[in-house]
T-cell receptor, first 113, second 114 residues
Framework: GDSVTQMEGPVTLSEEAFLTINCTYT??????LFWYVQYPGEGLQLLLK?????DKGSNKGFEATYRKETTSFHLEKGSVQVSDSAVYFC????????????FGTGTQLKVEL | DAGVIQSPRHEVTEMGQEVTLRCKPI?????LFWYRQTMMRGLELLIY????????DSGMPEDRFSAKMPNASFSTLKIQPSEPRDSAVYFC????????????FGPGTRLTVT
């Protein structure tokens, strides 16, 4: 079945550091890929998405590129802020599976001054 | 435009009591999802509906859990009887099938069963 694997957290960084959160996937067909973010006490929010190979999703300084050859969708940000502290979820939606999303386990990011 | 609305936001109940969680999806969305989130198990999909019809309920933990969607603008998740291990945050999400597949999450209901 479909699956998403994320790097274990928590990830602790200093403000203005470079961020990478790794995400790899296994799926049949041609999935769309997503990054969701969950701030403390809130629901998940869509951060960015990519729908086909080589697409780059971007939002709020975050980027991720759909790499079909390595089945990866790593999340990056050049300079993190304290306000980026949250849990980040990688997810995929297989077009053959309706609107169902398969989520990774989430990676907690802590950014310190 | 209002997002997904869930009520109540917090629920504290005693073991054995019936609990009903409510969700109003975004207007025009035709898919609705119920998730449960705990520290131990992470985010779990319990059930999802397309056009008010349950499509996949394989994530519902046991017969104590039931979900209904009587119309396009309302869904309930019921636990009867509740147990302490049901304590979790329950999220509802909606999406538009045939669109870009992204789901929009509500703020969640934090359930505590004592």
């Amino acid at each position: 079945g479909d699956s998403v694997t994320q790097m274990e957290g928590p990830v602790t960084l200093s403000e203005e550091a470079f961020l990478t959160i790794n995400c790899t996937y296994t799926a049949t067909g041609y999935p769309s890929l997503f990054w969701y973010v969950q701030y403390p006490g809130e629901g998940l929010q869509l951060l960015l998405k990519a729908t086909k190979a080589d697409d780059k999703g971007s939002n709020k300084g975050f980027e991720a590129t759909y790499r079909k050859e390595t089945t990866s969708f790593h999340l990056e940000k050049g300079s993190v802020q304290v306000s980026d502290s949250a849990v980040y979820f990688c997810a995929l939606s297989d077009r053959g599976g309706g609107n169902k999303l398969t989520f990774g386990t989430g990676t907690q990011l802590k950014v310190e001054l | 435009d209002a997002g997904v609305i869930q009520s109540p936001r917090h629920e504290v109940t005693e073991m054995g009591q019936e609990v009903t969680l409510r969700c109003k999806p975004i207007s025009g969305h035709n898919s609705l999802f119920w998730y449960r989130q705990t520290m131990m198990r992470g985010l779990e999909l319990l059930i999802y509906f397309n056009n008010n019809v349950p499509i996949d309920d394989s994530g519902m933990p046991e017969d104590r859990f039931s979900a209904k969607m009587p119309n396009a603008s309302f869904s309930t998740l019921k636990i009867q009887p509740s147990e302490p291990r049901d304590s979790a945050v329950y999220f509802c999400a909606s999406s538009l099938e045939g669109g870009s597949y992204e789901q929009y999450f509500g703020p969640g209901t934090r359930l505590t069963v004592t």
